[in-house]
């Protein structure tokens, strides 16, 4: 007859074989390991490198000519500008945003809150789509915009205007949890002791954000630079004028030009790889400095 | 510098903080706004800060007489220390306290020099100059209120404006804090006013004490007129504990025990614990009869978890060590409760 299980002793017999989550054994361990590290291998460390070696693949000759091509220089001169543009712009708008959200009341807050993550929740061509039907030659806009002989689609500040537009949430979402669990005692604090607007701003919240800002700023940036389907959408493909470096990567692919294509992307895979150093230094920064 | 406030009136959306509030804080005072959480104190504290402004058309503030009800804290002199310090994290304790001489225009501006030397001199009084050059997150509970204290001091204000000053500080550090607060105002005759939830802390130190209830002001006095005669049976239940016994209950032999002014028969009788005579049951003579259903006897005084044999209504009761050794007292004991000091409301309350 089988001893029955409540009894004390089969408790005590039956519990070396039950697993606690903290006592899983070695083998399982090992392998869920493995699991996460293959996968890793596949779907990002072998890409990357995929990368680089096609862009390698003619040689170092041919991936500087494939870079120093007056067309994909116009296509990093545009990115970086269009970058440095909408950067910028994002962080004003972010942290006036974070800044609202966060130390006011103020009817319509909510509805403040789901309307910077639109722009997350909308695929990037759509929000592409947007600003050729307000400022298309179709669109709203479009035939004021063509008398007074000013291009936004299928131009520069179309490109800037979609780029801002995909990467606005960045900023402000990294800042609103930040600034909320910071409260506003401080900032009273300051005003009580007789400091402006400006200077509260400027002395006390700013250095109190400035690590998750730089977060922000980092990632905002680093999605600015990729931005692929937005710009695309409002872009037009015109050489040596519209591209920014991701169209041009697809032109050079849709032309057969491995090589230069995947020499360009290398760069923004560069970019990726800088940007994820940054990143754990700035977490590193706000962990230590916390 | 006096401060009045007329009126105050304050809603936060349908909420009703500040119903109708007046105060009067005369120069030179530490006054008390002593209520429950949601009282609207620390509204009213704010609110005469400038951090929060009156509902319009609803009241005015006044320091030394003159309306400052529009104008922001910035410019009203004031000190306010936040319960949680508020203390800048990333400057020194120094620049903490230098800042509101920093951000002053060019022109009102201290040299570096002066400024130095009064952040040193603040420091020193509220006895913290060793660490002039360590951060917040370096101090302990007690120091980082002190900081926020020299801070809010070194703008030199004519009021000064505590909330909850001694809320976050464990129960040690409390009291010597609040008794330092204590001397430390006698020291600087500074006109103040701090915000707490608890009586003790209240009656202790203040001069004054204004009793906060939902909205509106309940009582103002010295701490020994709202001990002794409260106004209102929220008082009576706030300034301590209380025994609320139903009048009819109290016919009978007890009737007899008290004085002949005191309870009207269908009201209701508000004794403290320590109010209450033990005698044992067949002693005889006066007094209502009750069980004794737990003694607590750690502590200075022993108290007594009591219920009336008549209405089965719990009674506490305090009464010192030796007299509980004295009545040998056990657990299901018979005894005799009298009454020697009670108080009753004309008012209808229900608890």
């Given at each position: 007859m089988a001893?029955?299980?409540?009894?004390?002793?089969?408790?005590?017999?039956?519990?070396?074989a039950t697993h606690r989550a903290n006592r899983d054994p070695a083998w399982a361990r090992w392998a869920l390991t493995a699991v996460a590290l293959v996968f890793l291998a596949f779907f990002l460390v072998l890409p990357l490198l995929a990368v680089f070696a096609q862009a390698f693949a003619k040689g170092g000759a041919y991936f500087l000519a494939a870079i120093r091509e007056p067309e994909a220089l116009a296509s990093i001169r545009l990115t970086l500008f269009t970058v440095a543009v909408a950067v910028p712009s994002n962080v004003v708008f972010g942290v006036a945003a974070a800044w609202a959200i966060a130390k006011f009341r103020f009817?319509?807050?909510?509805?403040?809150?789901?309307?910077?993550?639109?722009?997350?929740?909308?695929?990037?061509?759509?929000?592409?789509?947007?600003?050729?039907?307000?400022?298309?030659?179709?669109?709203?806009?479009?035939?004021?915009?063509?008398?007074?002989?000013?291009?936004?689609?299928?131009?520069?500040?179309?490109?800037?205007?979609?780029?801002?537009?995909?990467?606005?949430?960045?900023?402000?979402?990294?800042?609103?949890?930040?600034?909320?669990?910071?409260g506003t005692d401080e900032e009273y604090s300051a005003v009580t002791l007789g400091a402006s607007g400006w200077q509260t701003f400027w002395r006390v919240t700013l250095p109190n954000i400035r690590w998750g800002l730089l977060y922000g700023i980092i990632l905002c940036n680093a999605r600015a630079m990729g931005e692929f389907g937005a710009v695309s959408v409002v872009s037009g493909h015109i050489r040596g004028e519209t591209n920014t470096m991701p169209l041009h990567v697809e032109i050079l692919y849709n032309e057969y030009n491995i090589a230069g294509a995947f020499a360009v992307a290398s760069l923004l895979a560069l970019l990726a790889l800088a940007t994820l150093v940054l990143k754990s230094l700035v977490e590193w920064r706000q962990t230590g400095t916390a | 510098m006096s401060i009045e406030a007329h009126g105050i009136r304050k809603k936060f959306g349908a909420y009703t903080a500040l119903d109708g509030v007046d105060l009067n804080v005369?120069?030179?005072?530490?006054?008390?706004?002593?209520?429950?959480?949601?009282?609207?104190?620390?509204?009213?504290?704010?609110?005469?800060?400038?951090?929060?402004?009156p509902d319009p058309g609803s009241g005015r503030v006044l320091f030394h007489g003159e309306d400052v009800t529009d104008v922001p804290a910035g410019k009203r002199r004031v000190g306010f220390v936040f319960q949680h310090y508020a203390l800048f994290k990333h400057m020194s304790v120094f620049e903490n306290v230098a800042f509101g001489l920093r951000v002053r225009k060019r022109s009102h501006r201290p040299t570096n020099a002066s400024i130095a030397e009064r952040a040193h001199r603040l420091l020193e009084l509220v006895q913290l100059d060793g660490l002039a050059g360590r951060y917040p997150s370096q101090l302990s509970g007690g120091e980082r209120q002190r900081v926020a204290l020299a801070r809010a001091l070194a703008v030199e204000p004519k009021v000064l404006l505590l909330d909850e000053p001694f809320g976050a500080l464990d129960a040690r550090v409390r009291k010597d804090l609040r008794r330092w607060l204590r001397r430390f105002h006698d020291e600087i005759q500074?006109?103040?006013?701090?915000?707490?939830?608890?009586?003790?802390?209240?009656?202790?130190?203040?001069?004054?004490?204004?009793?906060?209830?939902?909205?509106?002001?309940?009582?103002?006095?010295?701490?020994?007129?709202?001990?002794?005669?409260?106004?209102?049976?929220?008082?009576?239940?706030?300034?301590?504990?209380?025994?609320?016994?139903?009048?009819?209950?109290?016919?009978?032999?007890?009737r007899r025990g008290l004085r002949p002014d005191e309870p009207a028969p269908d009201g209701q009788i508000f004794v403290r614990p320590h109010d209450i005579e033990v005698t044992p049951h067949?002693?005889?003579?006066?007094?209502?009869?009750?069980?004794?259903?737990?003694?607590?006897a750690a502590g200075p005084q022993a108290r007594l978890l009591v219920e009336q044999v008549q209405t089965r209504e719990h009674v506490e009761v305090e009464i010192s060590r030796s007299e509980l050794t004295d009545l040998n007292l056990r657990v299901n004991d018979l005894i005799r409760l009298r009454l020697r000091q009670t108080h009753s409301f004309d008012e209808d309350y229900a608890i």
């Open positions: 001893v029955p299980t409540t009894a004390p002793f089969a408790n005590r017999h039956v519990r070396p009817p319509g807050k909510s509805l403040l809150t789901t309307l910077i993550d639109l722009p997350f929740a909308v695929s990037p061509v759509i929000s592409g789509l947007i600003y050729v039907l307000v400022f298309g030659a179709q669109g709203w806009f479009g035939p004021w915009l063509i008398e007074h002989n000013i291009r936004i689609i299928f131009a520069v500040p179309g490109i800037i205007l979609a780029t801002t537009f995909v990467t606005f949430p960045f900023v402000a979402r990294e800042l609103i949890p930040l600034m909320q669990a910071q | 005369p120069q030179g005072k530490l006054v008390a706004l002593l209520g429950p959480s949601g009282s609207g104190k620390t509204t009213l504290l704010r609110i005469i800060a400038g951090l929060e402004f500074l006109t103040t006013i701090f915000v707490t939830h608890d009586q003790e802390e209240a009656l202790e130190i203040a001069d004054e004490v204004v009793i906060m209830n939902k909205a509106h002001v309940e009582q103002v006095g010295t701490p020994q007129q709202v001990y002794d005669k409260p106004a209102s049976p929220f008082v009576y239940q706030f300034l301590g504990n209380v025994n609320v016994l139903r009048a009819p209950a109290l016919a009978g032999s007890l067949d002693a005889g003579g006066s007094g209502l009869s009750a069980i004794v259903r737990h003694i607590h």
